[in-house]
């Protein structure tokens, strides 16, 4: 650990004093009962993407063939054992330039086997407009798992940073509403 340096992350009470304030905005709706000690319970939006059997990834090609949408049913989409879907939160978010975001699984789906996201842990593009957060949700368990809309999936948890983020958002997912594919036109900037 650097000497001096700390990581700040927002209790729940200073999490509720940005949303009264409009620091945080959470889109379309938002209820206090989702305020965790460390963060805010996430849900699950109404589509999945779900990827296409014996497909190629080309990472300079398009990822839109690679995956079939699917709107959840209201039984439920049953995700079996070992299998692998992208979804997204059914809230929006926006955060100010001195907050990065980070999406974290719940411990009750962790327990379950319900993994719901890989390797991109950070969201720090949500503080230019209102977005959504795509999940990587994986089965790791024996069990089949339903997944439905809104179910409480996740967590987003905020660090204040030392300074404002200066660097524009970059536009590879913008105005992102919803589950996205993911842009294989790596940013070059």
Sequence with gaps: MLAG????????????????????????????KNIRPAGVRMHLGSELLVPKENKVVDFEGSAEELFD???????????????????????????PRNVVCHIEGRSTMARLGMAIHCTSGIVDGNYEEPK???????????????????????????SELTSDINQAAQHQYKGQSGVVAPNLKLQKE
């Design 5 to 32: 340096f700390k990581i700040m992350m927002l209790s729940d009470k200073t999490i509720r004093e940005y949303i009264d304030s409009g620091k945080i905005l959470i889109l379309p709706e938002f209820e206090v």
């Design 69 to 95: 949408k699917v709107i959840i049913p209201e039984q439920g989409y049953v995700l079996k054992p070992g299998a692998f879907v992208l979804g997204s939160t059914y809230e929006r978010f926006q955060v």
């Design 132 to 158: 959504t957060v795509v999940l990587e949700i994986k089965n790791q368990s024996p069990f089949d798992l339903v997944l439905k809309f809104k179910l409480a999936v996740a967590m987003v948890t905020f």
